[in-house]
């Protein structure tokens, strides 16, 4: 009856789940999502239940619902083996993932059934008739799906890990969230210039905790790489390659690690050894794409290089490149990795339309479409030698008012150009004057105020340059 159906609906929305956090679909790419967790399962055996949970609704959001069950199974004989005394705390998210299958499969007596079997649960380990409980596992395990499901949730996870180290504060697994947390904030802070409070400590507390965690320990060492204390880090890398020679997520770590101190040949020995444990893995694609362009550079700045291993470099960063591209169309500064990479190999056509396709895209970040400005930028000025254009794509990123990186590098780039193209005795007013422009999105005021000044000299009778004066002194 639809009373029930209804009720049933109010009961559902109570519940702590996957369907309850609201984790959009639009931020991640299923398909890799899956191969990810899938792969997760295969090499780390201890976190299983909050896999198979993270699992079993992926399927249903690829519409295979008997898939989830089959993954909720797997959850509880998890549940079972690892914590025998503790099934219902440690079942409720499992429980309540089963309740909603079941009520998207119009099995509404199943739904409620388990709707009863949470309830009942929370108010036996609450002690209180509402039953309404927090367990510091059920915030744990929100935190892991919301790190999953991508950067629009970092902020979230880290808040989920600090509720439930609130009750737990030594618990290894935690504290090893909230650091992977942490961490990725701060890289994303400093995407988008932003003030953000350190992750070392977080790290170095976690590894404490879990000393044998090689995750933690290469995320360690990046980050005191990044503090330029790249000596300390590489300890911890030789170290964790010992404990674990043969863990992908471990490997991919530290591959980055040997790439950024600029031994890319280590770093693409132990990406292939990756690859091959986990083939479907965009992250390690991604990687690999990478280090050739790495390598491509570097070839084409030596006096005599092999034009043939150059070529076979171009193809193999193209390759990877266009995997993660066709497989991950989310994984913003693939596409712009992968129109450098056909520059390189001069297929510029290739290039433009990957630059035009993005740039469309109206779900796009602001620092997000910033970086693609910048990289498009670079294209027009370094390959297709139009310094004009060039300018147009840096000052269109500067527009956007947002500070990121990406931001900034436009900033410095079109500021860079037009001076050049002024020394050099060959800019004109509009030169001048469009360099007062970058200053003004600059927010240096008085110098704008300068060039624009020096545009109206040469071009008098030009009534724009004589307007932006004109707002420029209004406003200070």
């Keep these: 009856s ?3 159906k209804n009720s049933l609906k109010t009961s559902l929305l109570q519940l702590e789940c996957h369907f309850t956090w609201t984790l959009l679909e639009q931020h991640v790419s299923l398909q890799s999502l899956e191969e990810t967790v899938v792969d997760h399962i295969k090499f780390v055996g201890q976190s299983d239940i909050v896999d198979y949970n993270m699992l079993s609704y992926v399927c249903h959001l690829k519409n295979s619902n008997e898939e989830a ?3 909720l199974k797997k959850a509880e004989e998890a549940v079972q083996k690892h914590h025998p005394g503790e099934i219902a705390r440690r079942s409720l998210v499992t429980w309540a993932n089963y309740a909603w299958i079941y009520y998207h499969m119009q099995r509404y007596e199943e739904a409620q059934t388990y709707v009863s079997k949470v309830e009942n649960s929370c108010k036996n380990l609450s002690g209180t008739a509402h039953g309404k409980i927090q367990l510091p596992e059920v915030c744990a ?5 919301s790190l999953r499901f991508g950067n629009h949730y970092f902020e979230r996870a880290k808040n989920c890990f600090e509720n439930a180290l609130k009750s737990e504060p030594d618990n290894p697994d935690f504290n090893a969230g909230y650091a992977i947390a942490m961490y990725r904030l701060e ?8 003030e953000k409070t350190s992750c070392l400590k977080a790290l170095q507390r976690a590894l404490e905790l879990n000393p044998k965690n090689t995750t933690i320990m290469a995320l360690l060492a990046l980050q005191l790489q990044r503090l330029r204390r790249a000596n300390e880090g590489e300890r911890y890398i030789e170290e964790a390659l010992q404990i674990t020679p043969d863990f992908p997520v471990f490997l991919r770590y530290a591959a980055i690690f040997y790439r950024k101190k600029g031994e890319v040949d280590k770093a693409l020995e132990i990406l292939k050894k990756a690859l091959a444990l986990t083939p479907k893995s965009l992250f390690l694609h991604h990687q690999l794409g990478l280090c050739y362009k790495f390598k491509i550079v570097q070839l084409q700045k030596r006096r005599y290089t092999s034009q043939k291993e150059v ?3 171009i193809q193999l960063a193209i390759f990877h490149l266009k995997t993660v591209v066709d497989k991950k169309p989310t994984f913003i500064s693939a596409h712009s990795d992968l ?7 001069k297929r510029y056509e290739e290039a433009e339309e990957i630059f035009q396709e993005v740039l469309q895209r109206n779900y796009l970040s602001s620092s997000d ?3 693609v400005y910048f990289n498009y930028g670079n294209f027009q000025h370094f390959h297709m030698n139009s310094e004009w254009k060039a300018i147009k794509c840096y000052i269109e990123g500067l527009k956007m008012e947002k500070d990121s990186s990406g931001r900034k590098l436009c900033g410095e780039a079109a500021e860079t150009l037009l001076k050049q193209k002024i020394k050099s005795c060959l800019g004109d007013a509009t030169d001048i004057a469009t360099l007062g422009l970058v200053h003004k999105l600059n927010g240096k005021k008085q110098k704008a105020i300068e060039c624009y000044e020096k545009a109206i000299a040469l071009d008098p009778s030009n009534e724009e340059y004589q307007n932006a004066l004109f707002e420029l002194q209004l406003s200070i």
Excluded: P, V
């Excluded at 395990?141 to 799906?145: L, S």
């Excluded at 890289?187 to 932003?194: F, G, I, K, S, V």
């Design 2 to 4: 639809t009373i029930s």
């Design 69 to 71: 069950l089959r993954n």
């Design 141 to 145: 395990e929100q935190g892991w799906a």
């Design 187 to 194: 890289y994303l802070a400093e995407r988008c210039c932003e």
């Design 311 to 313: 070529e076979d470099l």
């Design 339 to 345: 129109a450098n990479a056909y520059a390189l190999g």
């Design 369 to 371: 479409k910033q970086e």
